[in-house]
C-alpha cells in the first residue's frame, strides 16, 4: 500500500467510526434514552466535537485522494 492508500483508508475509517458516533446516540434518543455522545469517558459536548472534526476529516481525506490503487 502506498501513502495515498492508507491516507484514503484513515478517511474511510474516520468517516465510519465518526458516523456510529453520532447516529447511535441519536437513535437512542428517538427511543426514549437522553442524547449523551460517549467518547473514551469524556464529556458529551466535547465527544460531539471530537465526532464531528472526525467526520469532516474522514470526508475531507477520501476526497482528496487518489480512488485505490488495484
Known amino acids: 500500500m502506498n501513502k495515498n492508500d ?5 478517511g ?3 468517516f465510519i467510526f465518526s458516523v456510529q458516533g453520532i ?6 434518543m428517538f427511543l426514549g434514552h437522553p442524547l449523551v455522545f460517549n467518547l473514551f ?6 465527544s460531539l466535537a471530537i ?3 472526525l467526520f ?3 470526508i475531507l481525506l477520501v ?8
Open 6 to 10: 492508507l491516507l484514503r483508508l484513515a
Open 12 to 14: 474511510v475509517i474516520f
Open 23 to 28: 447516529l447511535r446516540p441519536l437513535i437512542n
Open 41 to 46: 469517558h469524556l464529556s458529551s459536548p466535547i
Open 51 to 53: 465526532y464531528v472534526i
Open 56 to 58: 469532516g476529516l474522514g
Open 63 to 70: 476526497v482528496k485522494t487518489k480512488p485505490f490503487s488495484k
